[in-house]
């Protein structure tokens, strides 16, 4: 039996629903009711792509559509797709999806609307209408999507490659299952701000005091929690903004993260104190110039977390400075 394969909506407007590809077939995507695949959404174009199923293969074509079609988060005019690939269509992101052969596959869907099941439509007539139901209700704001991550393997870092594909300018707010509030900003897709908000810092403001580019990387490690896009027209400016390049950002922050997962089990918890072993029997004179600048914000604030928050480096040095700096005898975790 030949594979058959569908388009299932992990984020926007029609997050939950699936569209089957049928073989052989030529599907047109757009906001007109004449096509196959519509998205009723200002960001789609009347007549926005095409998806050819012809001799086992899939393809996505852009017909010319303002806001362009993006696979994993590169703009496409033609592209070749391969299960597991993310497609993004206006606020829509699409993952293809291999279908079993089993009765599950084989189910009738039903309307969004949430009107009885329909038997499967004609060849020709599998329009978005007769996807199943969303299993979660988004939220839209303006031309906005929301969802929650890391629902069908979309991460913080996909999230952020997509929108930097798009080109658009707005806000991603971010608020993981620990309470934290953060806000990553685009203009025209380029990250140039992140901010975090942190509800558990008692006694303290809860607007995290934390270089820009530190809070983006941080976020990227989220795990778990809920995300929306907002559109920003203009776009805010700020002191203080990241520069360069948002794909060798990404690149350099997965590669942060990665690395300090490492060291998981060999760090001290954020809430825990150092402090400066007494008397002294280390060499400071065997300290890089980075290492004395990470034992002088250690003097200063003591705490974990306060630390990683001071220091001029990344958490990614500040935490090797700190594990050479305990393990070394130069202070030690309380």
């Known amino acids: 039996m030949a594979a058959t394969y569908a388009l299932r909506f992990i984020a926007g407007k029609y997050k939950g629903g699936q569209f089957p590809l049928r073989p052989n077939r030529e599907m047109v995507v757009g906001r ?28 996505v074509q852009d017909l010319k559509s303002t806001n362009g079609t993006f696979v994993n988060g590169e703009r496409v005019t033609v592209a070749r797709l391969k299960v597991g690939d993310k497609v993004l269509v206006g606020t829509s992101i699409m993952e293809l999806l291999r279908l079993d052969d089993g009765p599950t596959s084989q189910r009738p869907a039903t309307r969004t609307s949430g009107a009885p099941a329909e038997p499967p439509p004609p060849d020709g007539d599998a329009r978005l209408d007769r996807m199943t139901p969303p299993i979660r209700q988004t939220v839209e704001r303006g031309q906005g999507m929301s969802g929650r991550f890391p629902d069908d393997d979309v991460t913080v870092p996909d999230l952020v490659e997509l929108f930097h594909g798009s080109g658009r300018t707005g806000v991603l707010v971010l608020t993981d299952d620990a309470g934290r509030d953060g806000r990553i900003f685009f203009r025209e897709g380029n990250v140039y701000f992140a901010t975090i908000a942190d509800p558990s810092r008692a006694g303290e403001s809860m607007l995290m005091d934390v270089p820009p580019l530190k809070c983006f990387v941080r976020m990227l490690a989220w795990s778990h929690g809920v995300f929306r896009m907002d559109a920003l027209n203009p776009a805010p400016s700020f002191q203080q903004e990241i520069s360069g390049s948002t794909r060798q950002l990404l690149v350099d922050g997965v590669r942060q993260i990665d690395e300090l997962r490492r060291y998981e089990g060999h760090l001290p918890q954020r809430e825990q104190h150092l402090s400066l072993n007494v008397p002294l029997e280390a060499r400071l004179s065997s300290l890089s110039a980075e290492a004395l600048d990470t034992l002088q914000v250690v003097i200063n604030h003591r705490q974990v977390g306060l630390v990683l ?12 400075d700190l594990l050479y700096l305990i393990q070394n ?5 309380t």
Do not use: P
């Not at 005898?329 to 975790?333: A, D, I, L």
């Open 32 to 59: 007109g009711s004449e096509f196959d695949m519509v998205l009723d959404e200002d960001m789609v174009s009347r007549r926005h792509a095409k998806i050819a199923t012809y001799h086992g293969q899939i393809v």
């Open 309 to 320: 928050d001071h220091s001029d480096a990344s958490d990614l040095e500040t935490w090797q």
């Open 329 to 333: 005898g130069y202070v030690s975790v």
